[in-house]
């Protein structure tokens, strides 16, 4: 299966949420946040929406009550 | 049993996310669209954003109180709520621990408690794909 490549769409982005249309894998709205965001995609089928990140490497979770 | 890709936010960089729904029964919001969701077998329960819980319009007043330890010792504030995740055409009632203090990068995580306890989930890098099967049982 190949992966889906995001980093094209994601580049001009840092901050905030960003939705991408599945198919194409363009950026449709950007925004700091959901609420705003929401109100940009309202109609829009075939959406998915990222956290913008200047970073997405380095990642350890491994969290514990 | 669904296959999900991996994603690449960035070069060399490879996450196991799915696209994830979030509702919250109580004021009938939903996330606007699917949200991309990290699939962490290291994390004890599945953890939400505060901005996740603000458009959904949780309060977490009255709500229980968690502090968890990163793996880096950092201390995670966060409060339970039961939130509706729909994933892979179904969906469930699963508790999220919301923090505001969740990297932005990560905002859903799906950990061994509401997730893992529910699917059958392998891993495969080297294809790029995650299979997914939902645990009927559960």
Redesign the interface.
Known sequence: ???????SA??SYS?GWV?INKKNRKVVAHAE???L??EK??G?KN???????K???G??????? | MRKYPYYIPQSKVYKPWIPVAIGYKKTHRITPAPITALIDSGSDVCFCSKSIAVFLQVSRKNKERKVFTTANRSKLHTFLEALTLHVGGRHYDCSFYISDELPHETPVILGQLGFFDHHRITFDLENKEIEITYNLDN
């Open positions: 299966m190949k992966a889906i490549d995001l980093r994601l580049k901050t939705a946040s959901l609420e965001l929401s995609i309202k829009l959406i998915l929406l990222v956290p913008a990140s970073n997405y490497f990642f350890i979770t491994s969290l514990r009550a």
